[in-house]
C-alpha cells in the first residue's frame, strides 16, 4: 500500500481527556516523525520515531507521547487535554532519519478540544 | 535554531498570471522542502532542493535554491485555479539531533478567474 493514512480525519473531545491518533506509513518507511499544525501557521514538530525508538523531540511536553510499531504504523497519544491542543496533527513517513528521499505526509486529524 | 520566513504570507493572482513566492532561512539551507496544502488537509509534495544554485521544475512550477543556500524560491508560471493553496517551505537539518523538518509559516495563493 502506498500513502500514508490517518485516523480518525476528525476527533472531538474534552478538556481533560485523553485521546490516541493513528497512522499508518508508507510501505518500506521506517521513520515516522509527528507534527501539531495551528490555523494559519506551520506545522510544528512533536516527536521522531525510528525503528520503534523515539531519536527526537521538539518542544513539547511529556503528556504528548508516541509508539511506532514493527509494522512502521504508529500511534500519538496525548493526555491531559487542554483547549491549545486544537490542531490539525500530521504525520509524516520517509525512509532513514533526514528526508533525502522526501516526506510523504498523511491528511491529518483535526483535532478539537472542548 | 533555524527560522524560515515565506512571503508574501498571501497572494491574489489572476489566472493566468506569473507569481513567485520566496522562503528565507536563518541559517544555510542542507534540505529544503517545498509542499502544497489544501486548507485543513495533509501536505503535497512539490521538490527538494539541496545544492546551491540548484532549480528543479514541474509541470507549471518551479524551484530555485540560491548560491548561498539561504533562500529559496518557487515560480508558478500561467497559474491555474488548481495551484490555489497553501504553500510552505520547510528545512532538516543533519546535525539537528532531533531531525526535524522546519517549517515557514506558509504563503497562501488564490487564484481569481
Known amino acids: 500500500e502506498t500513502g500514508v493514512t490517518q485516523s480518525p480525519t476528525h476527533l472531538i473531545k474534552t478538556r481533560g481527556q485523553q485521546v490516541t491518533l493513528r497512522c499508518s506509513s508508507q510501505s518500506g518507511h521506517n521513520t515516522v516523525s509527528w507534527y501539531q499544525q495551528a490555523l494559519g501557521q506551520g506545522p510544528q514538530f512533536i516527536f521522531q520515531?525510528?525503528?520503534?525508538?523515539?531519536?527526537g523531540r521538539g518542544n513539547f511536553p511529556p503528556r504528548f507521547s508516541g509508539l511506532q510499531f514493527p509494522n512502521y504504523s504508529s500511534e500519538l497519544n496525548v493526555n491531559a487535554l487542554e483547549l491549545d491542543d486544537s490542531a490539525l496533527y500530521l504525520c509524516?513517513?520517509?525512509?532513514?532519519?533526514?528526508?533525502?528521499?522526501?516526506?510523504?505526509f498523511g491528511s491529518g486529524t483535526r483535532l478539537t478540544v472542548v | 535554531s533555524q527560522e524560515l520566513e515565506q512571503s508574501p504570507q498571501s497572494l491574489i493572482v489572476q489566472e493566468g498570471k506569473n507569481l513567485t513566492i520566496n522562503c528565507t532561512s536563518s541559517?544555510?539551507?542542507?534540505?529544503l522542502y517545498w509542499y502544497k496544502q489544501k486548507y485543513g488537509e495533509g501536505l503535497i509534495f512539490l521538490m527538494m532542493?539541496?545544492?546551491g544554485g540548484e532549480e528543479k521544475s514541474h509541470e507549471k512550477i518551479t524551484a530555485k535554491l540560491d548560491e548561498k543556500k539561504q533562500q529559496s524560491s518557487l515560480h508558478i508560471t500561467a497559474s491555474q485555479p488548481s495551484h490555489a493553496g497553501i504553500y510552505l517551505c520547510?528545512?532538516?537539518?543533519?546535525?539537528?539531533?532531533?531531525?526535524?523538518?522546519?517549517w515557514g509559516a506558509g504563503t497562501k495563493l488564490i487564484i481569481k478567474p
Open positions: 532542493l539541496q545544492k
Open positions: 509524516a513517513s520517509s525512509l532513514g532519519g533526514i528526508g533525502t528521499y522526501g516526506y510523504t
Open positions: 541559517k544555510t539551507l542542507y534540505g
Open positions: 520515531y525510528y525503528r520503534e525508538e523515539e531519536n
Open positions: 520547510g528545512a532538516d537539518d543533519p546535525l539537528d539531533s532531533n531531525y526535524q523538518l522546519i
